[in-house]
């Protein structure tokens, strides 16, 4: 017989009954759902509605079930729905007709929004520390092959040069937001609904704070109301957790292309790369392409939520049951996802050279040639047209800014009709510093700002991450 079955007079139709269970998912709750009943127990004590051999009997059963369930022996009766019917009816198996005390002044609906806040706390804990692990990764890459120099890209066409570090600590300052956007729903997660009964309030003078202490909550929530019908916290997490998720793809993504032999900037290990059934000259960055693939169903479960609440009154409805799937799945991807790239990171190999090399296309230093004009007197706008001019002769002519001869450049200068232009277009030496001034290594030292790509800074930088992120 159903837990809630006095007011029927027929049983449920297996059909409704398959269809309404949610054992096979929110059975991960069973732990979370035990220390809260173990906490409901003792503010059902301290408010005398148990002796305290009640009391004591009630949690030592509940403790026996969670040892139970540590150890993977409890088994689930698909019969009674979910984990709190089950893990009741395992209770009253356990200890006798004490459990049906237990159930005073809780509702499944309170009890739910209990447990799931619990789960959601170890679960940015735990992600927390996923997400650590791979900043640890990128930076220690950085340490490694940093100093490295490629193309950085706007458009996907060649920009400016850049250290490889500068490149990796981007992605550490992306997951170092997506660390704090989940500290930032922890901490409005963290209150207990507890006491608020089905969506009124317990009707026994339930001690909610110090129900709310021992659950390592920060206080009990404000409106019973609120409390069985606030699903925030789940949609705070997936949007955290999908943001999260775009970082790592654009991540998956840049590697996609940098293992193409035609980049050849990186190869990633076989440990980390997978084979095809046909060619056998194959060496594919699947796990770079899962991450990119699974991030569709991380947004998906953000939006499925979303959809899910906004139609829904006040007061518990059971569509919040389907509040747990996607985020457990979104929860296990992304945690997945961070360990795979991870791992992928701790075993690539750069080439340095192939990096290096690709800094010879695409005239990358031209800025910097303007800028070096600009210093040597020129208005930027001006500096940009004569640098036009160069790459221009430098295309026809099949070679690099540096390689210019001092004609060519005089030429530039003196066309552009400026006199800071042709004043510099006389001085002997200001070819030799234009063609200085297009040197890779030069560029990026002239970057030499917070936040730019100049060694000095990117050296800084990666120990300053060293120093925050330890490890
Ligand atoms: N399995 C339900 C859920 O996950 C638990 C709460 C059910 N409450 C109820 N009144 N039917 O949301």
């Not at 026809?396 to 200068?413: H, R």
Request: net charge negative; glycine share 10%.
């Amino acid at each position: 017989m159903e837990l809630w079955g006095g007011r029927f007079r027929e049983g449920i139709d297996r059909r409704l009954a398959d269809f309404s269970r949610s054992i096979e998912i929110d059975a991960a709750l069973a732990d979370d759902d035990l220390v809260g009943s173990i906490a409901h127990v003792h503010g059902l004590a301290a408010a005398g509605l148990l002796t305290p051999d009640e009391g004591a009997a009630l949690v030592a059963g509940l403790e026996g079930l969670r040892g139970e369930v540590a150890a993977g022996t409890l088994s689930w009766d698909p019969a009674l729905e979910d984990v709190h019917l089950n893990l009741e009816a395992a209770l009253a198996s356990r200890i006798g007709p004490l459990a049906g005390r237990l159930h005073t002044g809780r509702s499944r609906n309170d009890q739910v929004a209990t447990d799931l806040r619990l789960w959601a706390r170890r679960a940015v804990d735990a992600l927390d520390g996923a997400i650590l692990a791979m900043e640890r990764a990128l930076v220690g890459l950085a340490e490694r092959d940093g100093d490295a120099v490629l193309p950085g890209t706007t458009h996907i066409q060649p920009a400016q040069p850049i250290l490889l570090g500068h490149h990796l600590l981007a992605y550490v300052e992306m997951l170092e937001r997506d660390r704090g956007r989940l500290a930032d729903a922890r901490r409005r997660l963290n209150v207990s609904p507890l006491g608020s009964g089905a969506l009124a309030g317990a009707g026994f003078p339930l001690d909610r704070e110090a129900i709310a202490v021992e659950l390592g909550f920060d206080g009990p929530s404000a409106n019973s109301l609120d409390a069985v019908s606030d699903r925030d916290f789940v949609v705070e997490l997936l949007a955290a957790l999908a943001l999260g998720m775009v970082h790592l793809s654009r991540l998956a993504e840049e590697l996609t292309w940098w293992s193409n032999p035609r980049f050849g900037f990186v190869r990633l290990s076989d440990s980390f790369s997978t084979g095809s059934s046909m060619m056998p000259n194959k060496k594919n960055p699947d796990p770079a392409e899962l991450v990119r693939g699974r991030t569709g169903s991380v947004i998906g479960s953000l939006t499925g939520v979303l959809a899910m609440l906004k139609g829904l009154p006040l007061g518990y409805q059971r569509d919040l049951q389907e509040d747990k799937a996607p985020l457990f799945e979104a929860v296990g991807t992304f945690a997945a996802s961070l360990d795979v790239l991870t791992g992928l990171l701790g075993t690539i190999t750069i080439d340095r050279e192939r990096m290096r090399a690709a800094t010879d296309e695409g005239y990358i230093t031209a800025t910097a040639v303007a800028d070096a004009l600009v210093r040597s007197g020129l208005p930027f706008r001006v500096a940009h047209r004569v640098v036009g001019g160069l790459v221009a002769a430098a295309e026809a002519a099949g070679v690099g800014l540096a390689a210019l001869d001092d004609t060519t450049i005089a030429a530039a200068l003196n066309a552009a009709g400026d006199p800071a232009a042709t004043r510099l277009a006389a001085e002997p030496e200001a070819p030799g510093r234009l063609r200085a001034a297009a040197d890779v290594d030069a560029a990026l030292a002239s970057c030499d700002v917070i936040g730019g790509t100049a060694p000095v800074r990117v050296t800084a930088a990666i120990a300053a991450a060293r120093g925050r992120l330890g490890g």
